[in-house]
């Protein structure tokens, strides 16, 4: 008897607990579930900005860089174009700026080694969990765009890049940030890891260092900057590759 | 059915009505009882979707960064064996166990999945960190709104002072505590209104150590609040350290859990339940025979 209702309680669990995850996986299915579960993603953001609007991510010391800077997502861009400047060091590359700027223009590469730059040794957060410690060196984004002269409705930066995401050589990489963080000190479009030009594998010749978001925020082979006032004609419209696939526009967090 | 046995029943059912109607006890507030059930909902959604998350890297570290030159201290993973099975291995501090089955390589509706934690311990049940992350972060802010309100509900009600800071005596008294909980010996009658100390510190450390060390853990794994004070993580040993402390704080509460389940079951599971629902408490009285 003390039995029969053992196992009927423990079946009964069970079953609450199967009919729970499936329930959850459900309700992850639907279109309106996530967006309701994701009002908590501008709160995040304006909680950290009105905390730390201008704040600086922790830097570190030589003892800290971790011994090889891993590579992940793109390690070689699928892509003729790319191969090509690759094939020749870079030389002929050139990053295109335009959007809403009064002054659009190209920098080759030279151009932007002769911008006002920064060096930082920092921690890289992958939106998987794992951390790594690099020494970046790159023009500073707020340079580059003091010259490009942005307009006053330009709300974001749009990175677009040379690694296509899919079979076919189709959903160019990108991703956006705003003005905050366009213009803090410690964003830069990174030419240099750990005193050597940047490798292919980690997003040469120009990554974006946006030292106080997660790992994918961090655009490798960047070709082109764009100022929008919006990004929801870009892609799946929500501002990014990965963000297209469900992620967190604000990955602060 | 005859009279006899009509009597009969009658009679019992007065003396159950009799028995229990005046030792029924007002024991839990409604904000405690609704508070209680929000947070059984917020953590749970917590843990699982934790889990998932932990599943994209399912390993953990010390200090700042994950390639330090030092191993991870905990890894969970899949491989495959000589005739090409999938194995799953957990390791800890450099000793590896076979987990096939339950960590690295689970099996779901006949399928076998290389995946840390198994699909039925995690939301969303396969693997989808963007999902997962979506989850935590909105019961992230249902669980810490509904802790705050219960912090402060405590101290305004007297909710604290009055049934959870232990007393002098419950001080005096934790070996005996002890021992009666070894025994299974549970208070009745007025003692039974009142939490036990052993209960009232395990709440206390849960309330006001536990909760809050792995919120904060978590918020230290943010890279934009992590620019707070210059690198506040570092005081807690780097934001891996940080990571390891959440997830084992994540474990420490399940344990409570499980110890807070089994308690609510030996002393009664009907009429604990019915008390974190109706807030009645039925007051278990000593067994004469006993």
Redo the contacts between chains.
């Keep these: 008897m003390h039995d029969a209702r053992r196992r009927f309680l423990a079946r009964v669990v069970a079953s609450l ?2 009919l ?3 329930g ?2 459900r309700l ?1 299915q639907t279109d309106w579930f ?1 967006k ?6 501008p ?2 953001h304006k909680l ?1 900005r009105l ?2 609007r201008k ?4 830097e ?1 010391t030589p003892a ?1 860089l ?5 590579s992940n997502g793109t390690a070689e861009p699928d892509n003729a174009q790319y191969a090509a400047l690759a094939a020749n060091r870079f030389a002929d590359y050139a990053l295109e700026v335009d959007g809403l700027v009064a002054k659009p223009r190209r920098f080759t590469l030279a151009e932007l080694r002769a911008l006002p730059s920064r060096t930082q040794i920092t ?1 890289h ?9 690099g020494k970046w060196q790159g023009a500073k984004l707020s340079a580059l765009l003091d010259l490009v002269q942005p307009a006053q409705n330009a709300r974001y930066v749009v990175f677009h890049c040379a690694d296509p995401m899919e079979e076919g050589g189709t959903a160019p990489y990108y991703e956006s940030i705003d003005m905050d963080d366009a213009y803090h000190v410690q964003t830069i479009l990174a030419y240099a890891l750990n005193d050597a030009s940047l490798p292919i594998k980690n997003g040469a010749p120009i990554r974006l260092r946006v ?4 790992g994918y925020k961090h655009a490798k082979y960047v070709t082109r900057l764009e100022l929008v006032e919006s990004f929801a004609h870009i892609a799946g419209g929500n501002g990014g590759y ?1 963000e297209d ?4 526009w604000y990955a ?2 | 059915m005859n009279d006899h046995a009509r009597a009969t029943m009658t009679a019992d059912a007065l003396r159950t009505t009799e028995a229990a109607r005046p030792k029924l006890y007002y024991r839990h507030a409604l904000a405690v009882r609704v508070m209680h059930w929000i947070n059984v909902v917020a953590l749970t959604i917590m843990l699982m979707s934790g889990l998932q998350i932990f599943n994209a890297h399912p390993a953990l570290y010390t200090g700042d960064s994950s390639y330090s030159g030092r191993p991870a201290w905990l890894e969970i993973g899949a491989r495959e064996d000589a005739q090409g099975r999938a194995v799953g291995f957990t390791r800890l501090f450099g000793h590896e166990f076979t987990t096939t089955g339950v960590l690295g390589v689970s099996t779901d509706d006949g399928r076998t999945y290389a995946q840390g934690f198994p699909s039925w311990l995690t939301i969303p049940s396969h693997q989808w960190l963007a999902m997962a992350r979506t989850w935590h972060f909105f019961f992230a802010w249902i669980f810490v709104i509904n802790g705050v309100c219960f912090i402060v509900y405590t101290i305004a009600s007297r909710h604290l002072a009055r049934d959870l800071l232990p007393t002098g005596d419950d001080v005096r008294g934790i070996g005996r505590s002890i021992v009666d909980h070894v025994r299974f010996r549970h208070p009745t009658g007025e003692a039974a209104k009142r939490y036990n100390v052993l209960q009232k510190l395990a709440y206390l450390f849960v309330v006001f150590v536990l909760l809050p060390l792995i919120v904060l853990m978590g918020l230290g794994m943010s890279p934009r609040l992590d620019t707070l004070f210059g690198g506040w993580v570092d005081w807690f040993g780097g934001r891996q350290t940080v990571r390891s402390i959440h997830f084992i704080v994540a474990w420490l509460l399940v344990a409570f859990v499980l110890v807070h389940v089994f308690e609510v079951i030996v002393t009664g599971l009907w009429n604990n339940v019915r008390s974190m629902i109706t807030g009645r408490y039925r007051i278990p009285q000593e067994k004469r025979d006993a």
């Design positions: 607990s199967a729970g995850v499936a959850c996986d992850s996530p309701v579960l994701g009002v908590a993603d709160l995040n950290a905390a730390t704040a600086m991510a922790q570190f800290d971790s011994p090889t800077f891993r921690r957060d992958c939106v998987e969990g794992w951390s790594a410690i030292e106080r978001q997660l990965w696939q469900g992620y967190q602060g967090i």
